[in-house]
């Protein structure tokens, strides 16, 4: 919450926060980009007049710097949020229609979420069922699948699996038993689990070593790179990037966001 200063301050903080912004911009601090702006504005004297009153106004309220440095970091994630939705319309069409991607819920549902998850993700594993309640309540969401492996060889060996099981449509199933799995999937639990599917394993196993299967999961890792996506479960609803797991009521409201366009 914003803090009204009292009288004897007000003056020093409303010309030294744009100052000492500027000047932070100027001394281009670690992470954060010059403003070739600033830097033309300002001649030498002007240069020492923002260093004097940022002395002054931190001298009576040392609370500015902070206040100063909260304002970077909202300009640079305002930045990085309009980065992602521009990223996000520009992929549309590999983000939310690429017609190999396997669906859950309403494959002509009114919304679309895309789920970037790894198999092996402990916190993916925690949001499956918040996506299944989502489906169970609301039959107008469509979800798209992304396997995105991040946390080693068995994460990939896993991505492959499923994208092979895919072509005998069990992904969902496979998936399910994946995000219930105690342990690591090894090539003999996903053995396990594909048997106990009725999945045809000998097929299975050699549909994962096709280079089509690897092309997709390079697909979703550029993609995942042009998001700025950091982690799994990552997701995309309308034009909005949710990084990590989120509960059922947050889910809701993103989607009724995403309704209203």
């Known amino acids: 919450m914003s803090r009204i200063p009292p009288p004897s301050a007000r003056r020093p903080r409303r010309l030294a926060v744009p100052l000492l912004l500027a000047a932070i911009s100027l001394a ?33 309220d040392p609370s500015i710097l902070r206040d100063a440095f909260a304002a970077l970091e909202e300009a640079a994630r305002q930045q990085a949020s309009e980065g992602r ?15 190999a991607d396997p669906v ?40 798209v699948m992304k396997d995105l492996p991040i946390l080693g060889p068995a994460s990939v060996l896993a991505s492959r699996a499923l994208l092979a099981a895919q072509r005998q449509d069990r992904y969902v199933e ?18 396990a689990e594909a048997k106990k599917l009725g999945l045809d394993w000998a097929r299975l196993r050699r549909d994962m070593e096709d280079p089509a299967i690897e092309r997709r999961l390079q697909e979703h890792l550029r ?5 700025s996506i950091e982690g799994t479960p990552a997701l995309v609803i309308g034009g909005t990037l949710v990084p990590g797991a989120v509960d059922l009521p947050t889910l809701q409201r993103l989607v009724a966001e995403a309704r209203k366009g």
């Open 28 to 60: 281009a601090a670690p992470g954060l980009p010059a403003s070739p702006a600033a830097a033309q504005a300002l001649t030498p004297e002007q240069r020492r007049e923002v260093v004097q009153v940022m002395r002054e106004a931190l001298r009576q």
């Open 85 to 99: 939705a521009g990223a996000i319309r520009a992929e549309a069409g590999a983000l939310f229609r690429d017609p």
């Open 104 to 143: 859950k819920g309403n494959p002509r549902g009114d919304v679309t979420l895309v789920e970037f998850f790894d198999a092996r993700c402990g916190y993916c594993k925690a949001l499956h069922p918040t996506l299944e309640a989502l489906l169970r309540a609301d039959p107008g969401v469509r979800i």
């Open 174 to 191: 496979l998936q399910a038993a994946l995000m219930k799995l105690r342990g690591e999937p090894t090539e003999a639990a996903l053995q």
């Open 223 to 227: 993609l995942a790179r042009v998001l």
